[in-house]
C-alpha cells in the first residue's frame, strides 16, 4: 500500500512538555509538508522540505522545529514555546518536480494534539 | 492577509440538488487551483484541479468553473448524495518552483435525504 501514515491518530501532552509527530510516506516524493488545521480555519503551512536535509518554514513555524533526515520521513516537534499547540497537524507530500505532479499534494489521515 | 476567499462557509442542499461553493483569489500569479475534500477525522483529499488557461473541467459530477477576469473559481456537485457530507477546501499555488498551496476556509456540506 503507497500512502502517508502519521502517528499516532491522537496525542495527548501536558503543557510544557515537547511532542513529536512522525510522518511516513512511500510514495518516493521528494517534497513533504506540515500543515496545521483550526476549527473553521483553512490549512496553514508551519514547515516544507523540498529534498532531504533541506527546508523552509512556511506561514507559521514559530514554536515548531523539523528535520528531513530521509526522504521518507519527515517529524514534526511542537515545542513549549508554541504558544496554541492543541491542533489537527497534517502531513503531505507531493513528487516536487514536473508539470502536473509538482502541485499535487497528498495527505496523510492527520494527528490530534490536545495539550492541557 | 487572506490570499483566497471562500463562500459560504457552510452549505445544506437537498438529495440529488446542485451544490455550488465559490473561491475568489487575488493573486494572479496563481497558476494551479485544486479543490480538496475532508471527512471529519481524516485528511483532505485531492478531488479535482484546474489551469487557468481552461474555463472549465468536469469529473463525474464535479466541475469547476474558472473565470479568469473576475479572479473567481467555483466547485459544482451534480446530483448530490449524502455521501458529499464533508468540507470543501479551494486553494491555489503559485507557479513553478512554489511549494506553498494557499487554502480557502472551507465550506462544510451537507446533503439531506
Known amino acids: 500500500d503507497g500512502g502517508i501514515t502519521q502517528s499516532p491518530k491522537y496525542l495527548f501532552r501536558k503543557e510544557g512538555q515537547n511532542v513529536t509527530l512522525s510522518c511516513e510516506q512511500n510514495?518516493?516524493?521528494?517534497?513533504m509538508y506540515w500543515y496545521r488545521q483550526d476549527p473553521g480555519q483553512g490549512l496553514r503551512l508551519i514547515y516544507y522540505?523540498?529534498?532531504?536535509?533541506?527546508?523552509q518554514k512556511g506561514d507559521i513555524a514559530e514554536g515548531y522545529s523539523v528535520s528531513r533526515e530521509k526522504k521518507e520521513s519527515f517529524p514534526l516537534t511542537v515545542t513549549s514555546a508554541q504558544k496554541n499547540p492543541t491542533a489537527f497537524y497534517l502531513c503531505?507530500?507531493?513528487?516536487?518536480?514536473?508539470?502536473?505532479?509538482?502541485?499535487?499534494?497528498?495527505f496523510g489521515p492527520g494527528t490530534r494534539l490536545t495539550v492541557t | 492577509q487572506q490570499q483566497v476567499k471562500q463562500s459560504p462557509q457552510s452549505l445544506i442542499v437537498q438529495k440529488g440538488g446542485i451544490s455550488i461553493i465559490n473561491c475568489a483569489y487575488e493573486n494572479t500569479a496563481f497558476d494551479y487551483f485544486p479543490w480538496y475534500q475532508q471527512f471529519p477525522g481524516k485528511g483532505p483529499a485531492l478531488l479535482i484541479a484546474?489551469?487557468?488557461?481552461?474555463s472549465e473541467k468536469k469529473e463525474g459530477r464535479f466541475t469547476i468553473s474558472f473565470n479568469k477576469s473576475a479572479k473567481q473559481f467555483s466547485l459544482h456537485i451534480m446530483d448530490s448524495q449524502p455521501g458529499d457530507s464533508a468540507t470543501y477546501f479551494c486553494a491555489a499555488i503559485l507557479g513553478a518552483g512554489s511549494y506553498q498551496l494557499t487554502f480557502g476556509k472551507g465550506t462544510k456540506l451537507s446533503v439531506i435525504p
Open positions: 503531505a507530500s507531493s513528487i516536487g518536480s514536473g508539470t502536473g505532479g509538482f502541485y499535487e499534494q497528498y
Open positions: 510514495l518516493n516524493h521528494d517534497a
Open positions: 522540505s523540498q529534498i532531504v536535509n533541506d527546508f
Open positions: 484546474i489551469r487557468p488557461d481552461v
